[in-house]
């Protein structure tokens, strides 16, 4: 950092609005933006693109809502663009294959859903969001003007994506509609004219398309701040719904707090510096074992995320109940109820109907594995039959637990 910056007006905003980030293309032109703001009033158009192949938000997703809501809590406009367009195609970002193609009430739904859920992290008042479907100006498209989009972007360069690469030299099928959604999602950020475009690191490139479109059309180009992708509860992959790593932000509280004390403490910086807004001078001593035990840090980080999503209420009572529940080794105080419909029932079928396992596989793993109780004495068969009576507790790993209600 030289002497002008340090200098800067806007240094506060540029270093909390660089924090967690992997890049910024580039940090100088965020500053410049920044003062031009402050100087003319008019706020930065902050633009934001999912695209709803899913229906459910994780933790992993609000990385970039979070920082969008910074952005928001300094004054600017939020541009959350409904990829409703760009979903026919499918972002082919780190992907090994052409992604299936989605039908229209498939992205109305999952659309409907994001928007929802992305409402517990962003302001959504008129004067800070603007949403925008981008199937408003896609879907005017003339093929003259794909065409013309088409003719901004070698294939050379397109091949410099590294999805493509791989795909091309494995010999796996590449379609020509797939090297139109980086032009798709540019083309969005010439559409709303945005100052500033947030993205994980899988989308560097479609973000950097964005710069070089909006050069062409006579717009000044975008900034783009690149977020890491958050690992998941396994500590190794991505965190995603289809990996069973993920923290989902319609979970449950105690699920959520129980979710967070699980993850590895090689995690915990990255939690705390991404999903919350604890100072770095504290997490330095909340991840040093030397000054915090990983336990108590990891209970700091559970409270703090649960809060955001249920209140500080709930998030102490998630905490009180975590360690009711496995320091002190007792049974929760509320459980779901289980109503078997019969007194003698097979494990394997009783875990599944509890929904405590998707499938009847999966129950005979959790049974194998001796993650089954009954009334706090394990069951291991998977062809046990088990008298059911009321009142008994159903535990499955260490987090599910069920009380048996038998209805006359």
């Known amino acids: 950092m030289n002497s002008e910056q340090a200098n800067s007006p806007v240094l506060p905003q540029v270093l909390q609005l660089s924090r967690g980030c992997e890049a910024v293309y580039t940090q100088q032109e965020l500053e410049k933006r920044l003062v031009r703001a402050s100087q003319t009033g008019k706020a930065l158009r902050v633009k934001l693109g999912l695209d709803p192949t899913a229906p459910d938000i994780h933790l992993g997703h609000t990385v970039v809502l979070r920082k969008m809501r910074q952005f928001q809590d300094l004054g600017h406009k939020a541009v959350l663009i409904i990829g409703d367009y760009t979903a026919r195609i499918g972002d082919p970002s780190g992907v ?46 003339s093929f003259a003007d794909v065409l013309k989009l088409a003719s901004q972007m070698t294939v050379a360069r397109m091949m410099e994506r590294d999805s493509f690469e791989k795909r091309y030299k494995a010999g796996a099928p590449i379609g020509v509609h797939e090297f139109l959604y980086p032009l798709m999602q540019g083309y969005d950020s010439v559409c709303v004219e945005a100052d500033v475009e947030l993205g994980g690191s899988d989308q560097t490139f479609n973000n950097l398309v964005g710069r070089a479109l909006q050069e ?9 701040m690149i977020m890491p992708i958050l690992a998941g509860l396994d500590g190794v992959e991505k965190m995603s719904k289809s990996k069973g790593n993920y923290i989902a932000v319609t979970d449950s509280p105690g699920e959520m707090f129980g979710k967070i004390m699980s993850i590895p403490d090689t995690l915990m910086r990255n939690y705390f510096t991404l999903l919350t807004d604890t100072p770095v001078a504290e997490i330095d001593k909340l991840v040093d074992a030397a000054q915090t035990h990983p336990r108590q840090a990891k209970a700091i980080l559970g409270r703090a995320v649960v809060a955001q999503y249920h209140g500080e209420a709930q998030a102490l009572a998630a905490s009180d109940e975590f360690d009711r529940v496995f320091a002190q080794k007792q049974i929760p ?17 009783l875990i599944v109907q ?39 507790v159903l535990q499955v790993g260490k987090r599910r637990f069920g009380k048996i209600v038998m209805r006359e």
């Open 354 to 392: 509890a929904g405590f396992a998707k499938t009847t596989s999966e129950a005979r793993r959790l049974v194998e594995q001796a993650a089954v109780s009954l009334d706090d004495a394990k069951v291991t068969d998977v062809k046990a039959e088990v008298d059911l009576k009321d009142g008994m």
């Open 333 to 349: 105080a509320d459980m779901p109820e289980i109503t078997p419909g019969a007194e003698r029932m097979n494990i394997v079928t």
């Open 216 to 224: 062409n059309y006579n717009q000044a180009p975008q900034v783009v």
């Open 96 to 141: 090994n294959k052409t992604r299936p193609v989605l039908d229209s009430a498939s992205i109305e739904t999952n659309a409907r859903t994001y928007f929802q859920q992305a409402g517990r992290i962003l302001d959504t008042s008129s004067d800070k969001l603007e949403v925008r479907y981008n199937s408003e100006w896609l879907g005017k498209l």
